[in-house]
């Protein structure tokens, strides 16, 4: 049961134990999907990398609007009330990433590492820079300097957020990842307190290029980054 969704519609993920290798990472893109259906495949992965079944993944995908709660966020941080965010078809999700409050859309592209840190650095914090760092390659790509700001987690331009990051581990394999801000509208984060703070900006890159970008190179490059940060041979 747990490989069901996966072995369903990606049944060339599962491969003979033996030709899986701790330095192989596989890229999936799921598409547009929603928020709950990403947890199961990344959970149902997670047990797989676990087991040996299954190589060090990367999910990437799109979501149907959804405002998730981590673990240390309060739904306070939420503007709008129930029936508001219902009439905007925005669902409200808690959920046992860490972080606090976030939104996710059309325009975003989220990343999602299923990544096997046994054998490695079992360091949470370092991991956290790495995702940083994949994405500050990213922006590099088009031009655009990212930055870190000291004790916060996630991807600065200027003083305006880009990207969100929240992860989680069992057995120290990660999931859920990072949100990259692609396309221009970011209407749904007035919605909320980011992260659980007043008056943060958000900003995207299509808002700082003037140009609308095609997320499918962004998927791309983003992957591509992250093999090189994490030092894995990539395989789509």
């Known amino acids: 049961m747990k490989q069901f969704f996966l072995t369903r519609h990606y049944p060339n993920l599962y491969m003979k134990q033996l030709m899986v290798s701790d330095n192989c990472c596989r890229a999936v893109d799921l598409g547009t999907i929603r928020f709950s259906q ?18 060090n993944t990367l999910f990437f995908c799109r979501h149907y609007d959804v405002i998730t709660i981590g673990r240390s966020g309060s739904i306070s941080s939420v503007l709008k009330d129930a ?8 669902e409200l999700v808690f959920t046992d990433r860490g972080g606090d409050v976030t939104y996710h859309g059309a325009s975003q592209l989220v990343a999602y590492p299923v990544f096997d840190l046994r054998n490695g650095v079992r360091d949470i914090h370092l991991f956290l820079r790495r995702l940083e760092e994949a994405v500050i390659g ?14 916060m987690t996630g991807v600065w331009v200027d003083d305006a957020k880009i990207c969100s990051i929240g992860v989680a581990f069992k057995q120290w394999i990660s999931y859920h990842g990072v949100s990259v801000n692609i396309g221009p509208d970011l209407e749904a984060f007035s919605y909320i307190n980011p992260c659980g703070m007043k008056n943060i900006r958000m900003v995207s890159l299509s808002n700082i290029l003037g140009r609308d970008v095609d997320i499918t190179q962004a998927k791309s490059v983003l992957a591509s980054e992250f093999a090189k940060i994490f030092n894995l041979v990539l395989i789509k």
């Open 138 to 151: 990213m922006l590099a790509f088009y031009g655009v300097l990212g930055v870190r700001k000291p004790g």
């Open 83 to 90: 029936a508001y965010l219902r009439d905007k078809k925005i």
């Open 38 to 55: 990403a947890y199961k495949i990344q959970h149902e992965a997670l047990l797989s990398v676990r087991d040996g079944t299954l190589e």
